[in-house]
Each structure stands twice: as C-alpha cells, then as structure tokens.
C-alpha cells in the first residue's frame, strides 16, 4: 500500500471503527422491551450529585432525596400532613415541671403551700436533692465552637409529672410565693464559670438557674423488628447516637440547632427512649419526623477510631474526625425501603430493595438516580425513556397534559415566592407605600403567563396546604389607580417628568434578585413595567447566587428583593423569619420586620401544645402580617410531574398476593411520592 | 543539550510557584461565600455557619490560607469544602473519566484532518477544497452547545440510540463486548463534538504544509526524475508537517480541563471540566486552586516535553 | 506572466484576497453587520422604531411571522407590517427588535475585548522585541515579558475566563476585559517576533543612523510592517470572543440584563427548544453566520498576506 494510500484511508477506516460502536447498542424501544430488567428499575435524574448520603449532614436535595429512601425517621408525615408512628410505633408527651425549695421552705411546707394553685394533676411528685449541672452554653453568640463549660447549682427542688405541658403550671404558685422568692439560690449566683462573667451570660443566668422550670417530655416506643441494612437490629441507642451525633460539633450538622432543644435522652429500655426538653418548645416533635437514624454500632467512637487506623489518620487530625468525615456517607447503611448499592460520582446513585423491610418491601427492585445536570438532556432523555420522571418546566406542561403516553401530575409546591421591602429604609417603612406598590402588580397575570397558569396566589407566610393557613385573608386586588391614590395619600405626587417624588425626593429604588431563575427575572422585568405605569422609577439588577446572598441580603444592603422560601417544615413556627430579634446580619428576618404584637404571638405559639389553639394563632398571625404587607406575598408554583403512563400503582391483599393496579395518584396536599413504594412498572400501557 | 535541559526545567519550576500564587490571590479575591456555609435554606442559623468557617480557615489572612493550602495539597490532605472529602482522589477519579475523552478526541482529530487536509492540499481549489474549507470553518464558527443540542436531537430522533451519559443503563447482564461498545459508543458523539476545533485548525494547517512542501524546489527535483510523486511529497510532508504537532499534543493536555466543560455538562459527562465549573459555581476553593494549578502544570509539562522534542528534531534550536 | 505594477502592499493584499469567494463575501456580510449593528442601536433605543423592551405576557412565544394582536392594547407601534417577524420571546418581547439591539452589544464586546487584547499584546510585544537585551534588575526585559506570557499561556484559557468571571461582579466589562486579558498572548509573540527581525532589518538600521528617535523607528517603520499578523488574530479574535460570550452565558455567566447579546438570547432560547424552536434557531444561525463571516475573512486576510502560500502565475 502506497504512503498516500494509507495516510488517506487508514484514518478512514478507524474513524469508521468508532462509528460501528453503534450498532451495539440498543435502541430505546430493545430496552423496554428486551428483558424485564428494565422494568424493575425505576430511573430519575436529578441535575447536581450528591454530597453526604448521611441524614445528620445532608443539606442538599440530591442528598436529601436519596437519604429518604435509605433512612428512616423515628415519625412520619402522612397523607394529610399529620405525624403518624414509624420507627416508634408510639409516642407520648408528658413534662416535667421543677420548682426550687426557697429560703423559708422545707420541700413538705411549699408542697403544702402550692398544692391548691397548681394548675394540672400531677401523676407524680418527687424531691430533687442539691446537685451540680454542667452545661455548655453560648452566651455571647460566638458559635457552637466557642461553647464554655459552666456549673449550675441546683438547690432543694420539687418535680411534678405531668400528663400533659402546661407552661402555666406554676404561675398562680409563684403569684402567692412572691417576686423575691427563691432568688437567693438561682439566677447568676447559682452559676460558677472558669473565666470572667461575661455579659451574655448574666443575661442567660435566669435561663441556667430558674425558680421554676417547666420540661416536657416525650417518650417514644420503638418498634421490635426493624433492622439495618447489614443485619444488625434497630434500637434505643442508635436513637441516642443520632441525637449526639448531631450535637456533636465536629460534625457540622446543618440541623443542629433543631436539637439545641433537648436537654437529654434517656434510654430506658432497649426499645423506649425518653426525650426531655429545656424548655416548652411546640414544634421540637416535627424534627423527628425527618430526621433518619443512624446506625450506631457503624458510626460510634469504636467504629471510627477503626476507620482511622485503617485509613491511616493518626495525630492531631484524629481529633477533628466526626461521622462527617467517614467514608459511611459514601456507602451508608440504614433502615429504609431500598438499600445503598453503588455511587458513581457525578454519574449514578443506585439502590436495591430492601426484601426485609419492616413496611413490606417495596415493589421496584431497583432504584437509580442519574445525575444530569443540563435540562435539555433531561428531557430528551424522558422522552426516549432513558428516564421514568421528569420535572417539567411550566412551559411545558400544557404539552405534556395533551400527550397519551404520560401522565402529568400537578402539586402545590411547599413554600412561596414574595417581593421583600427593606422595612429600615424610606419609602417602605409607610405601610401605604408597600401595599400601593403591591397593588401596582397584576399578580394573576404573572400566575397566568409568567407561570403558564401553574401557581396560586398567596396572602401570607404559611404553605397553603397546612392548617395554619389563613383562607379568610383576602388578597389585595390589582388596581393602579387605588395604588397611585394611596401613594398621594403617602405625600408623593407628580413631578414634571411623570415621575412620583416626594419633598423633592423621587421615588426611585433598586429591586434585586439571583439570576438563573426564570421566573425571577420575568418578575423583576414585570415590576419594572408595571411601576413605571405609575410614575415609580425602579433600576432592576440580576445578581450571582453566593454574591447576592453575600453581599446584599445578609447584610441588609437592598432596596428590595424577589426571593422564595422553601418551606419543608411542616410546624406553625415563624421564629427565625419574622421576629425582631432575626433582624440582624446574616439572619432571615432580612427585610426588618419588627412588631411587638406579632413577637409576643410568635412566643407564645412556640410554647402552645394544643393543636386548635396553634391553628387559632396561626391564623391570627398571618392576619397580622399581611395586614402589614412587609412582603407583596405573590404566589405559590406549582409543580408538575411527568410520569410515564406505564407506571401504577400495586394494590396488594393481606397475605401479599397482588389484588389489583391502580392509577398512580397524589396525597390530598400533592403529594406524588408518598406512594413510592408501591409503585411498579408495567410492560404496556394499562386500562385503568 | 543538558544545559538547554536544565534550564527549561528550572524555568517552568519557578513558574509553577508563580503560578500557584497567582491562582490562589484570584480566586479567594473573589466576592461570594463557598456554598456550605450560605444560608440557602432556612435550617443554617448564623452559629452553624460560624462554625464551618472557622473549620476551613476562612476567616484566616490570605497568605496563611495559601500556606494551609499548599501543605494540605502536598500532604494529600487536601479536602474539599463540599464533602470533606479529599481533594487529590476526586481529581485523579475525574481524570480518568476525561481521559478516554481526550483520547478518542485526539484520535478523531488526527484521523479526519490529515487525510481531509491532503487530498484538499493536493486539489486544491477544486470543489472538494472549498467544500471542506467551507464546512470546516461553519463547524467551528456554532457555539459549541449550539452544535451539540443539533447533534443530539439528530441521532436521538433518527436513530434512537442513547448518547447521554458515560454507558447506557441497563446493560449489566450484556456481554463485555457489548458493553465494551457500548462505552465507546458513547464517548463518539461528545469527543468529536469537542474535537470540532482541533479537526478545523489541523487540517488546515495539514493543508498549508502540503501546499508549501508541494511548491519547493526539491518536488520539481524528484518528479524531473521521475521518482514517484507521491511518495515524495507525502514523505516530506509529513516530516515537516509533524514537528509542530508536537507543540500542539502538548498544549492539547490542558484542554482537557478547560475545553469540554460545556460538552460536559449536557453529556452529563463526569469529567475535569465539570468537576470544576461545579466547583466554581460553589466556591470549594481548594477544588479550584487545585485544578486551576494542575491544568497549569499539565501546559507546563506539555510545552516541556514539546522543547525537548523540538531539541532533538532540530539541531539549530540546541545551538542557541 | 503579467507584469504587475508596483502597488502599494494594500492592494496587493486585496488582489489576493479578492482571488476567494469565500472572503469576499465574508467581508460584506461584516459590512452588514455592522450597518445592522449600527441602525439596531439606533433604532431600538433612540429614535426608536423596533420596541426591544415592552413586556406583552398575552402575546407570549408566538412563532415567527405571526400578526399582533392589535386589541389587545395600543403597544403595537414598533412592528413592521403589524407582525412579530421573528416571533415572540417567553416575554412577549418581539425577537427581531431584541436581535437588532443585540447585535450592537455583541459585536461590540468582541471588538472591546479584542482592542483590550490588541493593546496589551501589541505593547508587550513591541517591547520585547525592542528593548528586549535591556535589563531591569538581573533580569533581561524580554525574559520577563516572555515568562509573564508563558504563565498566562500555561492556564486553559476558557477555564480561566470562567473562574474569574464567575467570581468577579457581573458585568458587561467585566466580561469584554476579562476576555480581552486572556487572549493577548498570541498577539503579543507575533508582534515580538516581527520586531525581533525587523529590527536588524536595513531600513531601520538606516532610519537609525541617520538620528531618527527611538519611538519615530518604533511608530513609523515597525508597526506598519508588524502589523500584518496582527490583523489576522484581531479578525479571528472578535469571533472567538463572540462564541466565548455564548458559552459563558450557556455557563450562566453571561450579561446580564438589560443587555440583550445574541449569546444570551441564544442560551435562554434553549429551553424552550421543544415548545417554541425559533428562539433557538434563530440567534444560533445568526452567530454562525457572523462568526462564519469573521473566520473566512481572517483566514483571507492570511492567505493574503501570507507570501509563501501566494501562487505564482
């Protein structure tokens, strides 16, 4: 062969031999087709890979999602957004209610003294002998990592076991007994610090060392016959383990300020666990309906300083390694439906059934999560059936509805999206303006085009599926001319140019928010537009996600924002977002929201137990708030789901045997995955 | 020889340490908080975010973060801020996956430019040249996602074969040829799309080369006589023509960093190029100050091995 | 053989180039563009007759050619003919108006970020090549140039664009400068190496001895014969400075709003590539075709100007 020969066709020929690879692989419709391996395998894709597959550090949705499926919570969510039993198939609140025997007293004479003032029966009465509490506090706010060791002396006390919370239980007591009573032997002097006494700590002293102190109490039944993916049993300890690892803080958990609430856990047997609190805190029993429990015989000190050696980490680095670090949230081990297999980073997450889980098994053998991060290839992969899910953009879905081969499933998400006014600078800190300004936008019709339909509108902070959303409050209705009204009560009028100013001042503001958000970006343009109608001049800017955050939210330097929340907690508690003391830098009460009715029913919620009176309060305060406007509440996405058709859902009879199928639906509050586990794929589409 | 040697090398050490430095006052000058410590969601209070501070040094003065990274980086303690997990393993896990990438790339490119470059250099100005011309510039002047999302709708609706991904899901019970096959399969589409400007340039300047080699004195020469002209052109042709591909196979390696995040990313290719662009998006320095200073080793060592090539080609070079 | 007549290097190099159809008509699609750039601005923003910005939520992603509706509201002022010629975006904002104002601002980040580029390397090469043996400290002045480059050179260019993009604020600037920075290299070993030959050369040898200053050498008799190269990379330079624009904004890291580039039509387009195809299509063939015009005429310019690959008659 002639050098021009092969310098031509060679080449040829072995770019030929790539292309032939071709003809190996299957097409989309062999693989459903060809075997039933297929089937078996549920597939979805997510768009960013997982970081830590460990319920205590998981911070990320990739991470979350499979965590949910490999783990399970002591409590459950249910179809109607209730706690129902998991791993504990019972659960009980009582509390602990402590009073110090004062100067004066013998522990008999004030029982004798209190009895006819106490408000609940107590089951049981017991005295407390002196003893010394070490606790570890924060007192200046320096972080977990500055925590100070101090000793409380605890005097004299009597403990009363109460069947139910009750934070009044000693207020008429302590009326009779009298102000000055007991401070003798509480608050800062009961306190003893290596170190100065720092400020912060005078301030909490009341907190270390009270006169009375009201603890509840949960005790939970776990149930007998669940095990971990490796076959070890499912107990009290790893329930405590959790709990420590979590505080533990080496670790870093995200959640762990959730569980700054707990005082201790108690096991008292090996299947009853005993939770008891600082303080009255309502919403502490949701975090165990999504925190997973870890497996402590994997995870616990023996466990790891194994791990190190067999790594090889000796010295000073063995000091800071926690369960962060362990290479168990690479390949954990849990209690859940489907077991941990495989993790191609970046590529794959892969989970098999767990045959012996204590719900049933569930009816996909497989479960695989591939990670895709560009939406296009998202979707071409769907719609080759390369991929069994898919999240449709609201574009989209009208399409998707008219096509015969999915079916589409639409849900409210949880949480909502808002324009936040900076309530410490002018204009916004007359309520009149906020309102005008929200009554400026049409909000349905961003809902209609900008969503495509797929949203609701909301009046306030609760998810709308919850109870404690409040129905009653009306939103304001989309009309410019009461808005540029309002805005002339506010003292603006019309300047030469068409422009609204006051006492010479234009009204002119900036309004922000993150790029990489569609909607966003439609609202910015839509708000810009629809003030300038007015004569308002407002300079929109799209910043970068870490530097918007950075720079702007958390230190409060904005005009105004286009932000969401996500709300996952299902609890009726707005502490960390609208009250004055989250008000400072880095914290979520960015906008300066400050109203002393609204702090004091905020307080009072989080000490509530009675679920009526929470939903009252609720409601109460998302009046309250709205009726102050320091957000233009806009609305609530939706969300669609688009599922191939062939998917179903199993109905099985009591001994197993498949009764029937039935058409995959959501739970009443749009729920689509609850059922997951029931779910099962089916060679053809069905007739149901 | 040694002296031209030693002296290449000393240089690039010193600008390797140059370059370390640079990298790191860029990137932690930068506005923007790595992503663990951004209260994205509601369940980060101010105390958990203090605390993943303080672990990684951020707070810390520049040069003492710089002093942290290179011993962690040389101690292969190195870990990321995402997950705590080493840094080194990660890189070298990704590498491998852009490795076949850069391979298959280098070899389409070699094999459709030369002989598409000759046979345009040999008729030169005829339909074929200006059709490829032509074709060969309109390939490179898309945006590359552009040209991918094309590609891939094409193949996906006229052949209905997956091109998403590293392998197809599903293949496991299949045979090792298959899936063999499978994965070569997949790596076609992605490497040539990211072979696109590789092919455009080289068989262009295949063709310049041939065009001058088959202008000289020395072809005349040989066909008056009447020595096989093909033999000679294509001889010499392809002496000249490969010494500056060896400048070019070197600079090729650091491109396999940057050049394919895109194509990365809608392949859902995990690669160095994705591996990076996520890491920029979440600030894990330590992961970007470490690619960053690797792809700058890589050209380094890259145009290394091209100089020292070049010596041994090509004795006036030495002589200097 | 044709005797040519002693031309000035100018028309010889356009008698060559004019030899392919490819650079020429290259060379008027540019000349096109830059009309269309012009009036775009012009006519989107000061004496404005295509409406760029109005947001028309009802008249969302209606395909290309499609009649306004005109009882909607009064805001159809601004269409030609009363149609969306090119469609509508998910906005309802009329495509041919935005492409129009996009075009100024993407022809003018490649010609900033390539001026940024020319300046620096032109500079730095110049002095190189020039003042090359002098010594600043131990260190010879070419020395310091060339390693400066060999590091610039030694990161991948697109990641770098990317990281300091990414972690700079956005803007407009930021992006033309930060393109321009990185892409100076070339230009700068070019210059280098003319001035390095040209610099022995008898003319300047000459201009020397008869007392010409340094910087009359450098700006009279240097440049315009080093510029040669110079022209090519600039040409080539505003294309790739185009597409590293798209892929930016692909990246998310593009321009952002309120400057509309062809870049970031284009990347917003792609979602929507399924339910409304024109918003995809139609940036993605203009770019080609500006792009594609940028190449061959750089490409002609080399052919042109570059001696060996002339053929002789």
């Given at each position: 062969?002639?050098?021009?020969?092969?310098?031509?066709?060679?080449?040829?020929?072995?770019?030929?031999?790539?292309?032939?690879?071709?003809?190996?692989?299957?097409?989309?419709?062999?693989?459903?087709?060809?075997?039933?391996?297929?089937?078996?395998?549920?597939?979805?894709?997510?768009?960013?890979?997982?970081?830590?597959?460990?319920?205590?550090?998981?911070?990320?949705?990739?991470?979350?999602?499979?965590?949910?499926?490999?783990?399970?919570?002591?409590?459950?969510?249910?179809?109607?957004?209730?706690?129902?039993?998991?791993?504990?198939?019972?659960?009980?609140?009582?509390?602990?209610?402590?009073?110090?025997?004062?100067?004066?007293?013998?522990?008999?004479?004030?029982?004798?003294?209190?009895?006819?003032?106490?408000?609940?029966?107590?089951?049981?009465?017991?005295?407390?002998?002196?003893?010394?509490?070490?606790?570890?506090?924060?007192?200046?706010?320096?972080?977990?990592?500055?925590?100070?060791?101090?000793?409380?002396?605890?005097?004299?006390?009597?403990?009363?076991?109460?069947?139910?919370?009750?934070?009044?239980?000693?207020?008429?007591?302590?009326?009779?007994?009298?102000?000055?009573?007991?401070?003798?032997?509480?608050?800062?002097?009961?306190?003893?610090?290596?170190?100065?006494?720092?400020?912060?700590?005078?301030?909490?002293?009341?907190?270390?060392?009270?006169?009375?102190?009201?603890?509840?109490?949960?005790?939970?039944?776990?149930?007998?016959?669940?095990?971990?993916?490796?076959?070890?049993?499912?107990?009290?300890?790893?329930?405590?383990?959790?709990?420590?690892?979590?505080?533990?803080?080496?670790?870093?958990?995200?959640?762990?300020?959730?569980?700054?609430?707990?005082?201790?856990?108690?096991?008292?047997?090996?299947?009853?666990?005993?939770?008891?609190?600082?303080?009255?805190?309502?919403?502490?029993?949701?975090?165990?309906?999504?925190?997973?429990?870890?497996?402590?015989?994997?995870?616990?000190?023996?466990?790891?300083?194994?791990?190190?050696?067999?790594?090889?980490?000796?010295?000073?680095?063995?000091?800071?390694?926690?369960?962060?670090?362990?290479?168990?949230?690479?390949?954990?081990?849990?209690?859940?439906?489907?077991?941990?297999?495989?993790?191609?980073?970046?590529?794959?997450?892969?989970?098999?059934?767990?045959?012996?889980?204590?719900?049933?098994?569930?009816?996909?053998?497989?479960?695989?999560?591939?990670?895709?991060?560009?939406?296009?290839?998202?979707?071409?992969?769907?719609?080759?059936?390369?991929?069994?899910?898919?999240?449709?953009?609201?574009?989209?879905?009208?399409?998707?509805?008219?096509?015969?081969?999915?079916?589409?499933?639409?849900?409210?998400?949880?949480?909502?999206?808002?324009?936040?006014?900076?309530?410490?600078?002018?204009?916004?800190?007359?309520?009149?303006?906020?309102?005008?300004?929200?009554?400026?936008?049409?909000?349905?019709?961003?809902?209609?085009?900008?969503?495509?339909?797929?949203?609701?509108?909301?009046?306030?902070?609760?998810?709308?599926?919850?109870?404690?959303?409040?129905?009653?409050?009306?939103?304001?209705?989309?009309?410019?001319?009461?808005?540029?009204?309002?805005?002339?009560?506010?003292?603006?009028?019309?300047?030469?140019?068409?422009?609204?100013?006051?006492?010479?001042?234009?009204?002119?503001?900036?309004?922000?928010?993150?790029?990489?958000?569609p909607q966003r970006k439609a609202i910015l343009t839509i708000a810009q537009n629809s003030w300038r109608k007015l004569g308002i001049r407002c300079?929109?800017?799209?910043?970068?996600?870490?530097?918007?955050?950075?720079?702007?939210?958390?230190?409060?330097?904005?005009?105004?924002?286009?932000?969401?929340?996500?709300?996952?907690?299902?609890?009726?508690?707005?502490?960390?977002?609208?009250?004055?003391?989250?008000?400072?830098?880095?914290?979520?009460?960015?906008?300066?929201?400050?109203?002393?009715?609204?702090?004091?029913?905020?307080?009072?919620?989080?000490?509530?137990?009675?679920?009526?009176?929470?939903?009252?309060?609720?409601?109460?305060?998302?009046?309250?708030?709205?009726?102050?406007?320091?957000?233009?509440?806009?609305?609530?996405?939706?969300?669609?789901?688009?599922?191939?058709?062939?998917?179903?859902?199993?109905?099985?009879?009591?001994?197993?045997?498949?009764?029937?199928?039935?058409?995959?639906?959501?739970?009443?509050?749009?729920?689509?995955?609850?059922?997951?586990?029931?779910?099962?794929?089916?060679?053809?589409?069905?007739?149901? | 020889?040694?002296?031209?040697?030693?002296?290449?090398?000393?240089?690039?050490?010193?600008?390797?340490?140059?370059?370390?430095?640079?990298?790191?006052?860029?990137?932690?000058?930068?506005?923007?908080?790595?992503?663990?410590?951004?209260?994205?969601?509601?369940?980060?209070?101010?105390?958990?975010?203090?605390?993943?501070?303080?672990?990684?040094?951020?707070?810390?003065?520049?040069?003492?973060?710089?002093?942290?990274?290179?011993?962690?980086?040389?101690?292969?303690?190195?870990?990321?801020?995402?997950?705590?997990?080493?840094?080194?393993?990660?890189?070298?896990?990704?590498?491998?996956?852009?490795?076949?990438?850069?391979?298959?790339?280098?070899?389409?490119?070699?094999?459709?430019?030369?002989?598409?470059?000759?046979?345009?250099?040999?008729?030169?100005?005829?339909?074929?040249?200006?059709?490829?011309?032509?074709?060969?510039?309109?390939?490179?002047?898309?945006?590359?996602?552009?040209?991918?999302?094309?590609?891939?709708?094409?193949?996906?609706?006229?052949?209905?074969?997956?091109?998403?991904?590293?392998?197809?899901?599903?293949?496991?019970?299949?045979?090792?040829?298959?899936?063999?096959?499978?994965?070569?399969?997949?790596?076609?589409?992605?490497?040539?799309?990211?072979?696109?400007?590789?092919?455009?340039?080289?068989?262009?300047?295949?063709?310049?080369?041939?065009?001058?080699?088959?202008?000289?004195?020395?072809?005349?020469?040989?066909?008056?006589?009447?020595?096989?002209?093909?033999?000679?052109?294509?001889?010499?042709?392809?002496?000249?023509?490969?010494?500056?591909?060896?400048?070019?196979?070197?600079?090729?390696?650091?491109?396999?960093?940057?050049?394919?995040?895109?194509?990365?990313?809608?392949?859902?290719?995990?690669?160095?190029?994705?591996?990076?662009?996520?890491?920029?998006?979440?600030?894990?320095?330590?992961?970007?100050?470490?690619?960053?200073?690797?792809?700058?080793?890589?050209?380094?060592?890259?145009?290394?091995?091209?100089?020292?090539?070049?010596?041994?080609?090509?004795?006036?070079?030495?002589?200097? | 053989?044709?005797?040519?007549?002693?031309?000035?290097?100018?028309?010889?190099?356009?008698?060559?180039?004019?030899?392919?159809?490819?650079?020429?008509?290259?060379?008027?699609?540019?000349?096109?563009?830059?009309?269309?750039?012009?009036?775009?601005?012009?006519?989107?923003?000061?004496?404005?007759?295509?409406?760029?910005?109005?947001?028309?939520?009802?008249?969302?992603?209606?395909?290309?050619?499609?009649?306004?509706?005109?009882?909607?509201?009064?805001?159809?002022?601004?269409?030609?003919?009363?149609?969306?010629?090119?469609?509508?975006?998910?906005?309802?904002?009329?495509?041919?108006?935005?492409?129009?104002?996009?075009?100024?601002?993407?022809?003018?980040?490649?010609?900033?970020?390539?001026?940024?580029?020319?300046?620096?390397?032109?500079?730095?090469?110049?002095?190189?090549?020039?003042?090359?043996?002098?010594?600043?400290?131990?260190?010879?002045?070419?020395?310091?140039?060339?390693?400066?480059?060999?590091?610039?050179?030694?990161?991948?260019?697109?990641?770098?664009?990317?990281?300091?993009?990414?972690?700079?604020?956005?803007?407009?600037?930021?992006?033309?400068?930060?393109?321009?920075?990185?892409?100076?290299?070339?230009?700068?070993?070019?210059?280098?190496?003319?001035?390095?030959?040209?610099?022995?050369?008898?003319?300047?040898?000459?201009?020397?001895?008869?007392?010409?200053?340094?910087?009359?050498?450098?700006?009279?008799?240097?440049?315009?014969?080093?510029?040669?190269?110079?022209?090519?990379?600039?040409?080539?330079?505003?294309?790739?400075?185009?597409?590293?624009?798209?892929?930016?904004?692909?990246?998310?890291?593009?321009?952002?709003?309120?400057?509309?580039?062809?870049?970031?039509?284009?990347?917003?387009?792609?979602?929507?590539?399924?339910?409304?195809?024109?918003?995809?299509?139609?940036?993605?063939?203009?770019?080609?075709?500006?792009?594609?015009?940028?190449?061959?005429?750089?490409?002609?310019?080399?052919?042109?100007?570059?001696?060996r690959l002339r053929r002789t008659k």
């Amino acid at each position: 062969m002639t050098l021009k020969n092969a310098l031509l066709f060679i080449p040829f020929l072995v770019f030929l031999g790539l292309l032939q690879s071709y003809l190996w692989v299957p097409t989309y419709e062999d693989q459903t087709t060809a075997g039933e391996g297929r089937l078996e395998k549920f597939i979805s894709a997510i768009s960013g890979d997982a970081r830590l597959l460990n319920p205590i550090v998981a911070a990320d949705s990739a991470s979350g999602f499979v965590v949910s499926h490999v783990f399970d919570s002591l409590l459950e969510i249910d179809e109607n957004l209730r706690l129902k039993p998991h791993l504990a198939k019972e659960y009980k609140v009582s509390c602990l209610a402590t009073i110090v025997v004062g100067e004066g007293f013998s522990p008999e004479s004030l029982l004798q003294k209190i009895s006819p003032h106490l408000t609940s029966e107590a089951s049981e009465i017991r005295v407390l002998e002196p003893s010394i509490l070490i606790r570890l506090i924060d007192p200046d706010g320096l972080g977990p990592l500055k925590e100070q060791e101090v000793k409380v002396t605890r005097p004299n006390r009597i403990e009363f076991f109460l069947d139910d919370v009750d934070p009044a239980f000693f207020e008429k007591s302590l009326k009779i007994l009298g102000t000055e009573y007991g401070q003798e032997v509480t608050g800062i002097s009961a306190v003893s610090v290596s170190g100065e006494i720092s400020e912060g700590l005078i301030s909490i002293a009341t907190d270390l060392a009270p006169i009375t102190e009201i603890r509840p109490v949960i005790d939970f039944d776990l149930r007998k016959d669940v095990t971990f993916h490796d076959g070890e049993a499912f107990d009290a300890s790893d329930v405590k383990f959790t709990y420590e690892a979590i505080m533990d803080v080496r670790n870093l958990s995200p959640r762990r300020s959730d569980f700054e609430p707990i005082e201790s856990i108690h096991i008292r047997d090996s299947h009853s666990v005993r939770v008891i609190y600082k303080r009255p805190f309502a919403p502490a029993i949701f975090v165990w309906s999504y925190m997973g429990i870890l497996p402590e015989h994997l995870l616990n000190s023996v466990a790891l300083n194994k791990e190190m050696d067999a790594r090889g980490i000796s010295g000073t680095a063995r000091d800071g390694f926690g369960v962060r670090a362990s290479k168990f949230n690479r390949s954990p081990i849990g209690t859940g439906a489907f077991k941990f297999t495989d993790w191609k980073t970046d590529e794959s997450i892969s989970l098999a059934r767990n045959q012996d889980y204590f719900d049933g098994p569930p009816e996909y053998k497989e479960l695989h999560v591939r990670i895709i991060p560009d939406s296009v290839a998202r979707e071409v992969e769907f719609k080759a059936g390369a991929v069994d899910t898919y999240l449709a953009d609201p574009h989209q879905v009208a399409r998707y509805l008219q096509d015969p081969a999915y079916q589409p499933f639409t849900s409210l998400g949880l949480g909502y999206t808002y324009i936040g006014y900076n309530l410490r600078r002018e204009p916004f800190q007359d309520v009149r303006v906020r309102r005008a300004l929200g009554m400026a936008i049409n909000i349905d019709e961003i809902i209609d085009y900008v969503l495509y339909g797929e949203g609701q509108r909301i009046t306030g902070p609760y998810p709308i599926q919850t109870d404690w959303y409040n129905h009653d409050v009306q939103p304001e209705a989309y009309d410019p001319g009461k808005a540029l009204d309002l805005l002339k009560e506010a003292g603006f009028h019309k300047n030469s140019e068409g422009f609204l100013e006051k006492n010479g001042q234009e009204l002119r503001f900036n309004l922000i928010s993150n790029n990489g958000n569609p909607q966003r970006k439609a609202i910015l343009t839509i708000a810009q537009n629809s003030w300038r109608k007015l004569g308002i001049r407002c300079d929109t800017r799209l910043l970068e996600w870490a530097v918007f955050l950075k720079d702007y939210v958390n230190t409060g330097d904005f005009d105004a924002v286009v932000l969401g929340w996500g709300l996952s907690e299902l609890d009726p508690d707005l502490y960390q977002i609208w009250h004055s003391s989250q008000t400072g830098p880095q914290q979520l009460n960015f906008v300066g929201y400050k109203n002393n009715e609204v702090d004091d029913l905020i307080e009072n919620l989080r000490e509530e137990y009675s679920r009526t009176q929470q939903v009252e309060m609720a409601r109460n305060l998302h009046s309250l708030i709205a009726r102050d406007q320091p957000y233009t509440f806009l609305y609530v996405g939706r969300r669609t789901q688009v599922v191939d058709r062939k998917i179903v859902m199993v109905k099985r009879s009591e001994s197993g045997a498949v009764v029937d199928y039935e058409k995959l639906r959501p739970t009443p509050t749009g729920n689509l995955n609850y059922f997951f586990n029931r779910w099962r794929k089916l060679e053809a589409i069905p007739d149901l | 020889m040694f002296k031209y040697f030693t002296r290449a090398l000393t240089q690039r050490i010193f600008l390797a340490f140059l370059i370390s430095i640079i990298a790191h006052a860029v990137v932690h000058l930068a506005p923007g908080e790595p992503s663990e410590v951004d209260p994205s969601n509601p369940l980060m209070k101010p105390e958990d975010i203090a605390q993943i501070r303080m672990a990684f040094h951020l707070d810390e003065p520049l040069y003492l973060q710089y002093a942290y990274w290179i011993r962690d980086l040389v101690n292969g303690d190195l870990k990321s801020f995402k997950d705590s997990q080493p840094v080194l393993p990660k890189i070298w896990e990704r590498f491998l996956n852009s490795l076949p990438l850069f391979f298959v790339g280098t070899l389409i490119v070699w094999c459709l430019s030369f002989p598409t470059g000759i046979y345009a250099a040999v008729n030169r100005g005829s339909k074929y040249d200006r059709l490829s011309t032509f074709s060969s510039y309109a390939l490179i002047s898309l945006p590359s996602f552009f040209l991918a999302y094309v590609a891939i709708l094409w193949v996906v609706n006229n052949f209905g074969v997956p091109v998403l991904g590293m392998r197809t899901f599903g293949l496991e019970e299949a045979s090792g040829i298959s899936r063999f096959m499978d994965r070569v399969w997949h790596l076609v589409l992605p490497s040539f799309l990211s072979a696109m400007g590789g092919v455009a340039v080289l068989s262009r300047y295949v063709r310049s080369q041939m065009l001058e080699v088959i202008d000289q004195d020395y072809v005349r020469t040989a066909r008056s006589k009447g020595l096989d002209e093909d033999t000679v052109i294509y001889k010499h042709a392809l002496r000249n023509a490969l010494l500056p591909f060896i400048t070019m196979f070197g600079l090729m390696l650091p491109a396999m960093v940057g050049g394919s995040v895109i194509v990365e990313q809608i392949f859902a290719w995990p690669g160095l190029g994705r591996l990076g662009y996520e890491a920029i998006l979440n600030r894990d320095y330590p992961v970007i100050l470490t690619l960053n200073f690797i792809a700058a080793l890589l050209t380094l060592f890259g145009t290394f091995v091209s100089d020292v090539l070049y010596a041994v080609a090509d004795p006036r070079i030495r002589l200097q | 053989m044709t005797r040519k007549n002693i031309n000035s290097p100018v028309r010889e190099t356009w008698s060559h180039f004019s030899r392919s159809w490819f650079s020429v008509s290259g060379l008027i699609i540019l000349a096109f563009l830059v009309v269309v750039a012009v009036s775009g601005k012009v006519l989107t923003e000061w004496y404005v007759v295509f409406d760029a910005e109005t947001v028309r939520l009802p008249q969302k992603l209606l395909p290309p050619m499609s009649l306004a509706n005109a009882n909607l509201f009064d805001e159809t002022k601004g269409l030609l003919f009363g149609r969306y010629l090119l469609g509508t975006d998910e906005l309802g904002r009329d495509v041919f108006a935005r492409m129009l104002q996009g075009s100024f601002v993407s022809l003018s980040i490649g010609l900033f970020a390539v001026g940024i580029s020319l300046v620096v390397g032109i500079s730095l090469g110049g002095l190189a090549g020039f003042y090359g043996d002098r010594k600043i400290g131990i260190v010879r002045v070419d020395t310091l140039i060339m390693r400066f480059t060999d590091v610039m050179l030694a990161f991948p260019t697109f990641f770098l664009i990317l990281t300091v993009v990414a972690l700079l604020p956005p803007s407009i600037y930021n992006i033309m400068a930060v393109i321009g920075l990185t892409s100076w290299m070339g230009t700068a070993r070019f210059v280098r190496a003319e001035f390095l030959s040209l610099r022995d050369a008898d003319f300047v040898v000459a201009a020397k001895a008869l007392g010409a200053s340094e910087m009359r050498i450098i700006f009279r008799h240097m440049v315009p014969n080093a510029v040669a190269p110079v022209f090519v990379s600039a040409t080539l330079g505003v294309a790739s400075a185009i597409l590293a624009e798209s892929a930016l904004s692909f990246l998310g890291f593009g321009v952002r709003p309120p400057y509309a580039t062809w870049g970031n039509i284009l990347s917003d387009g792609r979602s929507y590539i399924f339910d409304a195809p024109w918003l995809f299509f139609v940036p993605g063939f203009a770019i080609l075709v500006v792009v594609l015009a940028f190449n061959l005429v750089g490409e002609g310019l080399r052919e042109a100007l570059n001696p060996r690959l002339r053929r002789t008659k």
